[in-house]
């Protein structure tokens, strides 16, 4: 089974400018997320997808990111502009179900990205 | 809100040498607790996990147990080799309408293991 999939690994570029990132879920699951992990620090939820709907978004700073999974499938994150603050991992990860506590989450490799 | 508390790093042993990585944890209600590896340049892997209290979630020869007098889920291994160098993230997630099953995640472990 093929795994969940990002693009681009790297990512570096000037501040203000903007960026965006692409995911493709594991086939079939129906819950995606998008993860913000800072060096030194845990992954921390920026917005989680429900199909095609926002499930949770609070943690998305929203007057720079946006999120929007088409068709309930692919996924994409964009910054735009991008602040220094904004040097991280953005790790996407899936799972099968919704709201359930006891369910994997399987991640993606990440995009390390770099503003410079 | 929830949080997850797991101790500092890095840790350094010695190949063979035991491994015990404290996690505590607060929660409003009844979490699945989650170990996550992230070895060097991938992504974020299951280690295990335990869904009630008492459960012990166990693979490639790590375990720990769901206590949830303690609120902890420590992460052991009796002998580790150079290849369980790694970070190792502590998580946990809710099914509640506020949580609706995300990760919250401890701050992360670095483990390095030495010939």
């Known amino acids: 089974e093929a795994g969940v999939a990002q693009s681009p690994r790297y990512k570096i570029i000037e501040k203000r ?9 594991i086939s079939g699951h129906a819950t995606l997320y998008w993860y913000q992990q800072i060096l030194g620090q845990g992954p921390k939820l920026l917005i989680q997808f429900q199909n095609n709907g926002v499930v949770d978004d609070s943690q998305l700073p929203k007057d720079r990111f946006s999120a929007e999974r088409l068709k309930g499938v692919d996924s994409t994150l964009k910054i735009q502009p991008a602040k220094l603050e ?6 996407c990860a899936s799972s099968s179900l919704w ?3 006891t369910d994997t989450q399987y991640f993606g490799p990440g995009t390390r990205l770099t503003v410079l | 809100g929830d949080s997850v508390t797991q101790m500092e790093g890095p840790v350094t042993l010695s190949e063979e040498a035991f491994l015990t990585i404290n996690c505590t944890y607060t929660a409003t209600g009844y979490p699945s607790l989650f ?5 060097p340049g991938e992504g974020l892997q299951l280690l295990l ?7 012990k979630g166990s693979n490639k020869g790590f375990e720990a147990t ?3 007098e303690t609120t902890s ?4 291994k009796g002998s580790v080799q150079v290849s369980d160098s790694a970070v190792y993230f502590c998580a946990l997630s809710e099914g509640t309408t506020d949580s609706w099953g995300k990760l919250q995640f401890g701050a992360g472990t670095q483990v390095v293991v030495t010939p």
Do not use: I, M
């Not at chain 2, 170990?35 to 070895?39: E, P, R």
């Open chain 1, 99 to 101: 709201g359930v506590s």
């Open chain 2, 66 to 68: 769901y206590r949830k």
């Open chain 2, 35 to 39: 170990w996550y590896v992230q070895y």
């Open chain 2, 49 to 55: 996990k335990a869904t009630k209290a008492d459960d």
């Open chain 1, 86 to 91: 904004d040097s991280a991992v953005y790790l």
């Open chain 1, 17 to 25: 400018q903007s960026v965006a990132f692409w995911c493709n879920p």
């Open chain 2, 73 to 76: 889920f420590h992460l052991e």
